[in-house]
């Protein structure tokens, strides 16, 4: 976590220090501040920025909030809240804004008398001012009594006092625009697609809140091409409409139920509702920040629907004497949730920190289920008595499918499913140094089985057309022939018969492309391993595999790139100005005629881009990879599969959530009515003011 956990001080002189130090130790150590540098890191800037927007509306002061992707690589937020106060504060002898932007930890001193339950930011709640120490540029306007007043920053550093620059017809709000400082981050690229899964979880959390989402760059990454640039959330329903959402193409159990209560430890929100279906969709947060690890609150959110549904049923009969009780997971099986509870002082515990810890949650939540769902079923004995045969189907189907699994198990039918065909596997019969790298299309499959080390590497090539037809049904991709390759080359088996002890590789790489067809594919392996294999990802089996973007070449030499921060870099050492690689393409191509610059070898397809040295004479080329098989098998291996060169990223619980959201969110079954949605609202978004 931030500053505060990390540091052993944290007395009032510490925090005084802190003030003189100002945003020093950000720009030193970013990834203490915002978890990292790279994409994810980045997405979090504006998570934070729009994070504050959002408790002003919490707070009862706002009710939209506009985002902007600018065409200048900037991201402009914009609320109709009070305004962040710009009077001089008589300590500092600086506007309340300045303090806000420039100082460590002053966001969430503000507010005082209605302090209320802060939501202050995502993973880390570090404030504004960490993202202004993070930024080339940052721009403060805020709308205030018909004025205008502004500041400008550059790297958290003021360039001028706040004053006002003129008049608004605004009641009031702020507007924050920002430019991520590429000295720091890895990559400047933010993704839409999760960007916008992010807010539209906001705004189901914040009910009646308009969240507005504008893209206006010309160059967006390749996963975002497809995605139109103008969006609207909006949820009078709330977390309701959040269980709707969930729940959108399966078949609802009665309609979403829905309550909230005010309780001792805090306040209590919850959605839902039951489908025909066998997955438990339960999704908790705590402040609105989502806890994928669970914690007291959906401890006590499970304790409180096993025993009310119990008790129902022995009321009604329709649990006999001589009947088990229902187990917890009868009662979850078909069950979409939404749990919301805002609390004080939230303690986060587990591996990422995201289990809520506070104990007294536990109890809050269980003592407003047991009530709230108790005088539901009485209000609603048909819903109910629907409810309980759902369950009590979840116990048949429970004692049914052991019994057929001891039978599987005892005839040993796992062990004759044959490997498929397509799946190169390597030698090694030891799981512990075995590798499966699943690669998008033959044309990489087949680079990345020639340049593999067969003694310990196997291959499965995928292809990358999968996700198209399918859509959304993952239920129906379990059996695509693709997947179910893929599940029996990992030899685990899935549902009631799944043993990760027959795991027969240690490490299992996804390797795709750096396109839209690699990210949909990536995206769904990822959301696989997390509704059916999550044990994989908390154990550490799964990865992704990092492959260069460019390749560089002047003269003899040459070198790989991983980012566009890395080429860049090599460009400066090699005397080529930076100036220089802000031009587009067109403009590049346009500098260089072919007769100056010899081709360099490189596969049919390969992009290239070439660059002349300012003073130097000698020829620097640009090779960009669009896919893995424009590789040769050998620079395949360098790159990206060596084991003692290579750098893979290891899939964490969070990653795997994430593209579970954009998978629900943006390739959802139902196109249609999202379409709708987003044109209809298309007409009444005004343009903002900068
Ligand atoms: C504290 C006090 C007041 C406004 C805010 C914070 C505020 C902060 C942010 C951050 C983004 N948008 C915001 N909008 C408001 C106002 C106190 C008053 O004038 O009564």
Known sequence: MG???????????????????????????????????????????????????????????????????????????????RGIPVDIHPKTKKSALETVLTVLHAGGKFGGDDSGYKVSGGLHGVGSSVVNALSSYMR????????????????????????????????????????????????????????????????????GITISVMDERQKRPEEDQNLPRLYRFHFEGGVSAYVRHLNQDKQGIGDVIWFEKEEEGGFVEVALQYSQTFQDQTITFANNIHTTEGGTHLTGFKAALTRTINAYARKEGILKEKDENLTADDVREGLAAVISVRLKDPQFEGQTKSKLGNAEMKAAVETVVNEKLAEFMEEHPGDAREVVSKCLLAARARMAARAARDAVIRKGALEGMTLPGKLADCSSKDPSECELFIVEGDSAGGSAKQGRNREF????????????????????????????????????????????????????????????????????????????????????????????????????????????????????????????????????????????????????????????????????????????????????????????????????LEDAEAADAIFTTLMGADVAPRKKFIQTHAKGVKNLDI
């Open 3 to 81: 500053f505060m956990a990390t540091e052993k001080a944290s007395t009032y002189d510490a925090a005084k220090i802190q003030v003189l130090e100002g945003l020093e130790p950000v720009r030193k150590r970013p990834g203490m501040y915002i978890g990292s540098t790279d994409q994810r890191g980045l997405h979090h800037c504006v998570y934070e920025i729009v994070d504050n927007s959002i408790d002003e509306a919490m707070a009862g002061h706002a009710n939209h909030v506009t985002v902007l992707l600018g065409d200048d690589g900037s991201v402009s937020v914009e609320d109709n809240g």
């Open 140 to 207: 403060a306007e805020v709308f205030r009594d018909g004025k205008i007043y502004m500041q400008e920053y550059e790297r958290g550093k003021p360039k001028a006092d706040v004053k006002p620059i003129g008049k608004t017809e605004k009641e009031h709000g702020t507007l924050i625009k920002f430019i991520p400082d590429k000295q720091i981050f890895d990559t400047l690229v933010m993704s839409l697609s999760t960007l916008l899964a992010h807010f539209r979880q906001q705004a189901y959390l914040t009910r």
């Open 457 to 652: 590497q196997a291959i499965l090539p995928i292809k990358g057309k999968i996700l198209n037809v399918e859509q959304s049904r993952l239920d129906k991709m379990l059996a695509n022939n693709e997947v179910k390759s893929l599940i029996i080359a990992m030899g685990v088996g899935i549902g009631e018969v799944k043993d990760m002890t027959k795991l027969r590789y240690d490490r299992i790489v996804i390797m795709t492309d750096a396109d839209v067809d690699g990210a949909h594919i990536r995206t769904l392996i990822l959301t696989l391993y997390f509704r059916y294999f999550r044990e994989l990802i908390e154990t550490g089996h799964l990865y992704i595999a990092q492959s260069p973007l460019f390749k560089l070449t002047m003269g003899k030499e040459s070198r790989y790139a991983f980012n566009e921060k890395e080429r860049d870099e090599t460009l400066k050492e090699w005397g080529v100005e930076a100036k220089e690689l802000e031009t587009s393409e067109e403009d590049i191509a346009d500098e260089v005629t072919e007769d100056e610059v010899e081709e360099p070898k490189a596969k049919k397809g390969a992009k290239i881009e070439m660059l002349v040295p300012e003073k130097k004479k000698k020829k620097v080329s640009i090779q960009r990879y669009k896919g893995l098989g424009e590789m040769n098998p050998d620079q395949l291996w360098d790159t990206t599969m060596d084991p003692t060169k290579r750098v893979m990223l290891r899939v964490t």
